[in-house]
């Protein structure tokens, strides 16, 4: 992503930061741009724009936050909030920004992406997840069947990778989980 | 019966806006007693109050009903509006109209409905009213400050110039507070103990100022004018009409390298019996008796042996066996001083924000990093490196010093919100000295606004980057770390929009300004609030800046809110002004609405003297009938006793059960 060197909007889209309030459960005006997040985070230095910035594209609601790569990368270590002076969880806010991508079809990282998709997934079907079928799964979706051999294969030998996977007791009621009206709903969306 | 106006007051569109003030004033009419009804644009206006003074005198009126706002507004106003119509001034009732109705009702119909319920009550209350005269009461032309600082040092003497006597009461051995602790102040950089030591001098040679170090206030009574305040002076155990100041014993000490200094902030030892700092006022030392080992070895006399056995002698004593004079008195006893003062000032300061808190900072654990006052002393030239800069790990001169400010300030996550207002410019006088000191040294800023509103401030700042070569980096520092004999901090610059990591030798932390952990006990000593942050609450922000809500104490400084030399002595300056105002008078007029017992109803149970929070009742004999009697002077007009009282003797004036009662019934009835 590329901001550009004028930015575009006119005004404050208040839909899309009322949108990001809403799923994050944060308020993003309430953020004053000190960058202590950018400052503590860990993947911010190989991002397109760093966490503050962020912070900023979704107080004017700009749409350019949805093509950023820096919301699908963020790990969700919560080094930002917990380091906040404005008690802002800039993770959740990354986080909601992503559904909102997706549901408006923009995928700045279809890596990240993917394996969010195949990791719920892998929960879904077994409680927990399965190291290697995901691990497969990720190489289909990718179509990047050569990438990272040189650690997988040694991972493999040193059991990283059980060729059976575990599932977890009641894998039934756990299931209803997913299939609750609530999820049903929010997954439409 | 009497015959009552009623006058509506549309305040603009602040009332009129909501509530439909012709039909409350049209509806007014028809209240039994009521004789006259109007609404006026503005009331506490000159015509409004001219309207209301004519209407009083054609309508023969005796007693009158405002609605209008809240009485804490204007309700003197128009006291002295019914006076002028030859009414007494306690013959008024105000509804208040905008701030129970207006400002808090969304639907107008019942905005309207709700307004003409509180003109009823009020109608129907203050037709029971009385006429009352104010008391009067003498004025005790002496002034209480506490607290040494700046502050009530400006205070004190302005005071004690206009010819008043003042006790100054210091918590710790000596004078100065805050600004003795520094080097130089901004934004000229004139040494601050230059520019003080005359002041801590001038106070203890004024011939209208007592001065009481090492003492605190342990209880304040009475009220505006006569303040009844007990004193608790510490004990010094040195007799202070007898030392000189040779400082002879404070060098014998075997403590003297072994305790920490809180004139150093702790970066530097003091003994057992010390002066905090070289210009001390008075320099009387003290000992701490929490580290004397004489005082801490138990008393042979209360100790019992075995016969035959020798007492255990007490340890150490160097201190009495230097000191020719035979100042040492280690018998002494805190002493409990009452004394009367008129007025009482409140010059208490502030605190520096504790920097343990900040775990990404090193909760206080790197040596190298340190907070701004640890700098100040630092570079003090009476401090513990004696003006120079070094590392404290390891002594070497820094080449690289970062600074961070808002560490304890606009921090919402540490539950500090407000903005400390002196950091920015500290910081920037601090980064200017460093380039001073230490040429070679680059010094860095970690920002996120810089606040440089006063008078040279902002050219302060810019001079600190453009003359000096301070680099100022806009964004929160998120974590420092020990690596390699270096501190390696992880930072952002936030303009350029990217991370970064830089190595620093030293850092600095601009701690922000709180409240003094005792400010909460002292103004529930004195009988005062204090905001959500433990700074004392003033009357009015901007109206009634150095007045608290008990009359008769003042308030200045850093006691406040955080503040600048500048403000400090601004406002110490103004709560002298205010004092010298109360004592230009020899005779106060009290409040008229207090309680009063009616001695042929009282059955002299002795509830009210119980429940009085004020002291203010006793009880009375006359002809061998008991009775309570109300000190008019001290009652504040809480009315806990009229509450308490089961024959319904103790009465509130101006708030008595039949006025109460009759407020219900009008909005019950008609």
Not at chain 2, 603 to 626: D, H, L, N, Q, W
């Amino acid at each position: 992503m590329v901001l550009g060197a004028i930015a575009r909007f006119k005004s404050v889209d208040v839909d899309l930061k009322k949108e990001i309030d809403r799923l994050s459960g944060q308020k993003v005006d309430m953020c004053y741009l000190c960058g202590k997040c950018t400052a503590g985070c860990p993947v911010a230095p190989y991002q397109d724009i760093p966490p503050h910035i962020v912070m900023r594209l979704a107080q004017w609601g700009s749409s350019k936050v949805l093509e950023s790569k820096m919301i699908w990368n963020c790990v969700a270590c919560a080094t930002c909030y917990t380091r906040c002076p404005n008690d802002v969880d800039v993770a959740k806010v990354c986080e909601a920004i992503t559904q909102i991508a997706k549901r408006e079809g923009i995928v700045a990282d279809p890596v990240a992406s993917a394996l969010r998709e195949k990791f719920v997934e892998s929960v879904k079907n077994n409680g927990r997840v399965h190291e290697l079928p995901l691990a497969m799964a990720m190489k289909v979706a990718t179509k990047d069947y050569l990438g990272d051999l040189d650690v997988g294969i040694p991972m493999f030998f040193q059991g990283k990778f059980p060729l059976f996977g575990h599932q977890i007791k009641d894998l039934n009621n756990f299931q209803k989980l997913f299939n609750s009206k609530k999820a049903k709903k929010e997954g439409d969306k | 019966m009497s015959s009552v106006g009623v006058f509506i007051c549309h305040c603009g569109t602040n009332i009129a806006g909501k509530v439909d003030v012709a039909k409350v004033s049209d509806d007014a009419i028809n209240i039994p007693g009521v004789v006259y009804s109007s609404h006026q644009k503005y009331s506490c206006s000159e015509a409004g109050q001219k309207v209301i003074i004519d209407a009083i005198k054609e309508n023969r009126i005796d007693k009158v009903v405002i609605g209008s706002c809240s009485p804490k507004m204007h309700e003197n106003t128009f006291r002295k509006t019914i006076e002028q119509a030859g009414l007494n001034p306690y013959m008024l009732e105000i509804a208040n109209l905008r701030e129970h109705v207006s400002w808090v009702t969304a639907d107008k119909d019942s905005a309207t409905r709700k307004a003409f319920d509180l003109v009823k009550a009020a109608v129907g209350k203050v037709s029971f009213a009385k006429p009352l005269t104010p008391g009067q009461v003498t004025v005790e032309k002496r002034a209480l400050v506490i607290g040494g600082g700046i502050a009530g040092i400006q205070a004190a003497l302005d005071i004690a110039n206009m010819g008043y006597e003042v006790v100054m009461v210091e918590k710790e051995p000596s004078i100065g507070g805050r600004m003795a602790q520094l080097d130089k102040t901004f934004p000229t950089l004139d040494c601050s103990a230059c520019i003080l030591s005359p002041r801590m001098v001038d106070v203890a040679q004024h011939p209208n100022i007592r001065l009481l170090t090492y003492s605190e206030v342990e209880n304040v009574n009475g009220y505006v004018g006569n303040f009844n305040v007990t004193i608790r002076k510490k004990a010094k155990f040195v007799d202070e009409s007898i030392c000189t100041g040779c400082l002879e014993c404070v060098t014998k000490c075997p403590l003297k390298k072994k305790i920490p200094n809180e004139f150093e902030n702790g970066k530097a030892p003091r003994g057992a019996i010390y002066v905090p700092f070289a210009q001390a006022v008075p320099k009387v030392p003290v000992i701490d008796k929490e580290h004397c080992q004489w005082l801490l070895s138990p008393d042979p006399d209360t100790i019992e042996v075995a016969e035959g056995e020798k007492k255990p002698k007490r340890k150490c004593g160097v201190c009495a066996k230097k000191c020719e004079l035979g100042a040492i008195d280690f018998d002494m006893q805190d002493e409990l001083i009452n004394e009367k003062f008129g007025a009482i000032v409140i010059a208490t300061g502030f605190n520096l924000f504790d920097h343990k808190k900040y775990g990404e900072y090193g909760a206080g654990e790197i040596p190298d990093v340190i907070t701004g006052l640890d700098f100040e002393r630092m570079v003090n030239s009476s401090g513990p490196t004696e003006g120079k800069i070094v590392r404290p790990s390891n002594g070497e001169k820094p080449k690289k010093v970062a600074f961070i400010q808002c560490v304890g300030s606009r921090d919402e996550a540490k539950g500090i919100p407000y903005c400390s207002r002196i950091c920015c410019m500290y910081t920037a006088k601090q980064a200017i000295l460093v380039r001073e000191k230490l040429p070679d040294a680059e010094v860095y800023v970690f920002y996120m606004d810089i606040r440089a509103g006063g008078k040279g401030y902002e050219e302060f700042v810019l001079r600190a980057q453009r003359e000096y070569g301070a680099n100022y980096v806009r964004g929160r520092v998120s974590r420092i770390y020990e690596q390699d004999g270096h501190l390696v901090l992880k930072a952002a610059d936030t303009i350029l929009g990217m991370p970064l990591e830089m190595e620093a030798d030293m850092v600095i932390l601009a701690t922000g300004s709180i409240a003094r952990e005792d400010s909460v006990a002292l103004a529930n000593t004195i009988g005062i609030t204090t905001d959500a942050y433990g700074f004392i609450s003033e009357v009015h922000p901007k109206l009634k800046p150095v007045e608290v809500p008990r009359e008769g104490v003042f308030a200045c400084g850093a006691a406040l809110s955080p503040r600048d030399i500048p403000d400090t002595v601004a406002t110490a300056g103004a709560v002298a002004a205010k004092v010298g105002v109360l004592f230009s008078n020899d005779i106060l007029m009290s409040d008229p609405m207090v309680a009063n017992v009616d001695p042929m109803v009282c059955v002299a149970c002795g509830a009210c003297v119980e429940v009085c929070p004020y002291s203010a009742i006793t009880m009375e004999e006359f002809r061998g009938k008991k009775f309570a009697k109300v000190n008019e002077a001290m009652c504040q007009g809480c009315g806990t006793c009229s509450a308490a009282c089961r024959p319904g003797a103790a009465q509130l004036r101006g708030q008595t059960d039949e006025q109460i009662l009759k407020s219900i019934e009008a909005v019950l009835q008609w």
